[in-house]
């Protein structure tokens, strides 16, 4: 099956740093990749599309400015938490739609941000 | 608002016997639902998907139902394994490609 990667999957940094997340479709090409956010015993929560070569569509209430995303080739997509604070702490996941299966998605494994 | 609803956030089940998941959904324009797995620190894995015009869909030993006009799925998973232990959660696609999930059910198979 189509696999996705994330790197790093567990990263500790200190509050008003930036961070960044690396999403990976290792065996296909991803149009379209997603991000979500996960809190303690709650829903993913989708937090952006990422479109290869435009601009991220973002979902209410996530600051885009403070979450940036950029999807410069088929297989890659970066979100950069800028200036993070301790509420930025949370699980994230990526997503990755091959287009041949355009209705699926295929998850990296996640990335754990602790900020202190 | 929360679309789509999965009222059990935790489930026990007997080893081998059948273990229920279920989900409620509210908007009527969603046309195909997903389930997937995932276990603590990890992406969810895909099991099983139904699109809107079939009421059921089976894989191994996982049969998904769907009931429109109660606007609800179910996942059957049997015979039930120590291995299925683990957070199931419900999604549905909005639009082309939008998944809009359910809050989880923790799933405990106790051997």
Redesign the interface.
Known sequence: GAV?S?HPSWVICKSGTSVKIECRSLDFQAT?M?WYRQFP??????MA?SNEGSKATYEQGVEKDKFLINHASLTLSTLTVTSAHPEDSS?Y?C?A?DRFH?????????T?LTVL | DQQVKQNSPSLSVQEGRISILNCDYTNSMFDYFLWYKKYPAEGPTFLISISSIKDKNEDGRFTVFLNKSAKHLSLHIVPSQPGDSAVYFCAALSGTYKYIFGTGTRLKVLA
């Open positions: 996705v994330q379209t997603f015993k709650q829903s993913l929560m989708l599309t699980f996941i997503s739609l355009y209705n699926e998605q295929f998850f990296g494994p996640g754990r």
